[in-house]
Every structure is written in structure tokens, then in C-alpha cells.
């Protein structure tokens, strides 16, 4: 699953935009509690990695909680491609970093193994296949 670091247009003119990941620790961030280092967040930078310890006043435990932040310009974040796609294409949040990869995280469809898989888990694993791999990639 893609992640994206992304935050409003207003929040943007209001703080400047960083030019560089290190300054995110000079930021307000939308910290999710829900990523393995949640103080910490990591990028590649020409194939090496990129560790930056982030600090804001708001930490949540749900994507869309970090989008509801990132849209009432509360900071920078990052959050799942999918949950943020349709904000960044209506202009209503900007991508940060594209040029920067940002760690991504599993997707996993756990079901017990059998001989003859449910017609309903194949079809459903199947959907998430197909919904997942249509925003695998960010735009650019």
C-alpha cells in the first residue's frame, strides 16, 4: 500500500513548504499511532534511507482521522494513497516529496486455508486485488 505525505494548500501558504524532509522536524505532524515508529517517519533518498523524528500536538489512530487533520490544515501528514487520492486529484491536498519514497505498509487478506477456497473470500480477495492495485502509484 502507498503512503503519501500530504497536507492542505492552506496550511502550506500559512507555514511555507519544506524543502526537504529534515525540515518535517521543524513541523507541526499528524503523528498516527498505528505506524510501527510513530515519532519517526522514514524516506529513501537516492537508495539510502532517511530517518526523520517528527513532533505535532495531534497523534490519532486512523487514517482517516490523519485525513480529516490534513483537510482542516492542521499539519503534515502521511497517509494511504487510497484514503487521500480523490482530495489530492480536487486540489484540496498537495503531495509532499514525491521525488522521496516513503516506506509503504501491507495490505493482508487472512483466511483459512482449505483445499477448495469459499466462492465469497476468493471473490472478495479478488475485489481487493483489483481496488488496491488501481492506486498502487502516486500520480506524477
Known sequence: MRVALAASPEYLQRAGVPAHPRELASRECIIDTNLPDPGQWSFTEQDRALHVKVRGRFHV???LAVREMLLTGQGIGLCPWFV????VRAGRLQVLFEEYEVA???IYALYPHHRHLAARVRT?????VERFASVAELPG
Open 124 to 128: 472478495f480477495v479478488d475485489f481487493l
Open 84 to 87: 487521500i487520492e480523490e482530495d
Open 61 to 63: 489512530n486512523n487514517a
Open 104 to 106: 509503504g505498509r501491507g
